[in-house]
């Protein structure tokens, strides 16, 4: 599929601060995409230059069809985009935000009616959107202003920490709202420095530290590349007899002996279970117990940044 | 131009739903002429009021000091959509950033058109006999003096964003400007160190211009200047704050 984003050694710094130092993204139409990083990586400076508001400083990037730097005009019109600190209109109801987004996009008055209409239903607004955005609640003013970076259908809709302070509940029904988005042929771009949210959503993602992406990939490729899963198994009869069989398996890293069981690393545990099985069962092997444990994105941050995420975020 | 009327009827409607702000912007300028006015009456035929009547000079005065304070809060408005990002979604928008700002200086000029209208009427059965038609360019001419304010402070706003900053430099100006500007008695009473020192408060050929206005005297020294001078500073102040909207800080 055609690239949405094209990013080249993007560069931006604040005085005494490198903040982003030569970035490549590519992202394709249809994805839901992700920025892991901890905060000050460079995620939001990245979004913040990939949606015209804040000047680039070296390199290219190639948004929606159109250079942001040279055409920032038709980048805006192409994308959404939702800020972490929000953005709705407080002394205006729902409606009138969304109408007046509507109509900057350059709606008819009925056309940006008819618009606000799908989108209340869409993100279930309808029981607030008549209030002042003043009095609504974090998840409501949240699902409003996604609704206002949605008014002009764009191509590309960024969302700068999308679910940081919301509850456990409204998170989820955030993301399900994303989902829904993404199968309808949205592009969605998002930063977060929540490993769960990364893991849960992104089709892709990249992770940032200090000013670069440091891997990308599918979530769970980039487990299976770089940490891998962890098999525990606990043979009946002669353990080391049967790790001796394991560590001549290609496909099998680091057996350790860890009491009467066998812990090892394989590149993709659902993948390499079967295979286990074979060897195992062709040696005549019984097992008493087989645990698999998929490896967290933690341990990526910490194989690729040599620090865990949470204590740096 | 429509991202204009629409950004312009946003702020609009968040005026109108203050009720707090449409009846002080009433207020203030009806409180200087019940309270402050009535003291002048005795200065009338003295050197500050040759003419003998006391509000055909105090009244352009007063009509500038509300046009000035009329602009003046626009930063603090910038300040608080800063901070709720509301300045941020509207700059991803296609809108122009001129009209961004211009949406905000529309709404104050018509906060300070609306009472001073008012107020002139008000006036007039008090004894404020003005020309017409130099009224209407009175008006017209002040509107200039609160776009001015109004783009300065906006601009503040973006530059600082945080309300101390802005407060120290706004309030700090607006009294030495509103007093050299002889607002509310005339400079003609002043020494002369004085009245050179207001050469250089731009509001002081505002409110010399006005006061020929609203006099129907149409002279190259009061009224040509006054309009050169602000004329020259809407368009300078809308600039720079329109320069202020493309490029605010992260």
Redesign the interface.
């Known amino acids: 599929m055609a690239d949405v984003i094209e990013v080249q050694d993007l560069r931006k710094s604040?005085p005494g601060v490198e903040a982003v130092r030569g970035l490549d993204l590519r992202v394709a139409a249809g994805e839901l995409f992700g920025l892991l990083g901890p905060n000050g990586a460079g995620k939001t400076?990245t979004l913040?230059m990939l949606?015209?508001?804040?000047?680039i400083d070296a390199g290219t990037a190639v948004v929606a069809g159109a250079d942001v730097a040279r055409d920032p005009?038709t980048v805006?019109?192409r994308?959404?985009?939702v800020?972490?600190?929000?953005?709705?209109?407080?002394?205006?109801t729902g409606r009138?935000n969304l109408l007046?987004?509507g109509?900057?996009?350059?709606a008819s008055r009925s056309d940006a009616r008819r618009r606000a209409d799908e989108l209340i239903e869409a993100l279930a607004l309808g029981a607030f959107v008549d209030r002042r955005v003043g009095t609504y609640s974090g998840g409501q003013r949240r699902r409003l202003?996604i609704a206002?970076g949605l008014a002009h259908r764009p191509r590309v809709l960024f969302l700068d920490e999308p679910t940081t302070g919301l509850d456990p509940q409204n998170r989820a029904n955030l993301w399900d709202q994303l989902r829904a988005l993404r199968s309808d042929g949205t592009t969605i771009v998002l930063t977060t420095h929540y490993l769960e949210e990364a893991d849960a959503l992104a089709d892709r993602l990249a992770i940032v530290d200090a000013g670069r992406v440091v891997a990308e990939g599918a979530p769970r490729a980039l487990k299976a590349q770089l940490a891998g899963d962890t098999v525990t198994l606990r043979p009946r009869g002669d353990v080391p007899a049967v790790r001796t069989l394991l560590d001549a398996q290609p496909f099998v890293r680091n057996v350790v002996l860890d009491g009467d069981a066998l812990r090892l690393a394989v590149p993709d545990g659902p993948d390499a279970l079967p295979e286990l099985l074979d060897v195992l069962g062709g040696a005549g092997v019984e097992l008493a117990a087989l645990t698999l444990v998929e490896p967290s994105l933690d341990e990526v941050f910490l194989r690729v940044t040599g620090r865990a995420l949470r204590d740096v975020a | 131009m429509?991202?204009v009327g629409?950004?312009w009827w946003?702020k609009m409607?968040?005026t109108i739903?203050?009720p707090v702000w449409v009846i002080s912007g009433l207020t203030t300028p009806l409180l200087y002429l019940l309270l402050f006015a009535p003291l002048l009456d005795r200065l009338a035929g003295s050197a500050a009021f040759p003419r003998g009547e006391v509000l055909d000079v105090f009244l352009p005065g007063l009509l500038a000091l509300l046009a000035f304070s009329s602009g003046m809060g626009a930063g603090w408005g910038v300040i608080a959509e800063l901070?709720?990002?509301?300045v941020?979604?509207?700059?991803?928008?296609?809108?122009s950033r001129f009209a961004l700002l211009f949406g905000g200086v529309l709404r104050d000029v018509v906060a300070f058109l609306v009472p001073a209208t008012i107020v002139v009427l008000i006036a007039v059965p008090f004894g404020y006999d003005p020309s017409v038609p130099g009224v209407l360019g009175l008006l017209g001419l002040l509107c200039l003096v609160t776009a001015t304010t109004s783009a300065w402070s906006s601009a503040l706003g973006l530059i600082f964003r945080d309300i101390g900053g802005l407060a120290a430099v706004v309030t700090g100006l607006q009294l030495p400007l509103t007093l050299l500007s002889g607002v509310l008695l005339p400079l003609s009473l002043a020494p002369g160190w004085l009245r050179g020192l207001a050469y250089a408060d731009p509001l002081y050929y505002a409110v010399q211009a006005a006061r020929a206005l609203s006099d129907g005297v149409v002279d190259l020294s009061r009224v040509g200047v006054g309009v050169l001078v602000i004329g020259a500073l809407t368009v300078l102040t809308l600039t720079w704050a329109t320069r202020c909207y493309r490029?605010?800080a992260?």
Do not use: C, K, N
């Not at chain 1, 949606?51 to 000047?55: F, M, N, W």
């Not at chain 1, 800020?83 to 205006?92: E, F, K, T, V």
């Not at chain 1, 109509?103 to 350059?106: D, E, K, P, V």
């Not at chain 2, 901070?83 to 509301?86: I, L, P, R």
């Open positions: 604040f400076t913040r949606t015209t508001l804040l000047p005009r805006r019109r994308i959404g985009y800020g972490q600190i929000g953005g709705a209109d407080l002394p205006a009138e007046l987004q109509r900057l996009y350059g202003e206002l | 429509s991202d629409l950004l946003r409607l968040e739903r203050q901070q709720t990002g509301v941020e979604r509207l700059r991803v928008t296609p809108a490029r605010v992260p």
